[in-house]
């Protein structure tokens, strides 16, 4: 079983709708979860952290956390063609570092 | 400005060759790291380094070396020893207490193509 599992995708939405991106992750005692959005052949950039169980909102982004169920996901408002891209699940253990997600391709339809 | 300066960009290397990989920081970050990604597949980590002259192997260590004797760089080797070293190679960096910060700075790539 993967540390960190996503569906690889690709997700398609059309522009406007809300795209939901979900990720599981096996380590009961993981304790800090984040979401990185990757371009095409470009870094992975920070767009969330979540630390706790509920939601959390930023601007279009929201991500919610269930550690009893051990999944993370991420809503994305009102998708634009400007959002497709990977986006990759990232979860810290208090281990060594981050562990990642293979990532979920996201297509904003426009 | 601040951030992660990785070199080469681009990268191509013969069978055989070892090849090195630069990482600098200028944030002022206790720890680096080394990740891979293959296409399709999300980072691996080789190496990292909490503090100054000391790292740690990650999951795919087999292969690479790496050095951190000034706080600003982690670079990285490639040796022949690498079976497949066709891949981005990413560098990050964090504070030390990273479940605060919750953020890896990362450079923007370098990628490497073995001919």
């Known amino acids: ?110 | 400005d601040g951030g992660i300066t990785q070199s080469p960009k681009y990268l191509f290397r013969k069978e055989g060759q070892n090849v090195t990989l630069s990482c600098e920081q200028n944030l002022n970050h206790d720890a680096m790291y080394w990740y891979r990604q293959d296409p399709g597949q999300g980072l691996r980590l080789i190496y990292y380094s909490q503090i100054v002259n000391d790292f740690q192997k990650g999951d795919i260590a087999e292969g690479y070396s790496v050095s951190r004797e000034k706080k600003e760089s982690f670079p990285l080797t490639v040796t022949s020893a690498q079976k497949n070293p066709t891949a981005f190679y990413l560098c990050a960096s964090s504070m030390t207490r990273i479940r605060n910060t919750g953020e890896l700075f990362f450079g923007e790539g370098s990628r490497l193509t073995v001919l």
């Open chain 1, 1 to 110: 079983q993967k540390e960190v599992e996503q569906n690889s995708g690709p997700l398609s939405v059309p522009e406007g709708a809300i795209a939901s991106l979900n990720c599981t992750y096996s380590d009961r005692g993981s304790q800090s979860f984040f979401w990185y959005r990757q371009y095409s052949g470009k870094s992975p950039e920070l767009i969330m952290s979540i630390y706790s169980n509920g939601d959390k909102e930023d601007g279009r982004f929201t991500a919610q956390l269930n550690k009893a169920s051990q999944y993370v996901s991420l809503l994305i408002r009102d998708s634009q063609p400007s959002d497709s891209a990977t986006y990759l699940c990232a979860v810290y253990t208090g281990r060594r570092a981050l562990t990642f997600g293979s990532g979920t391709r996201l297509q904003v339809q426009p």
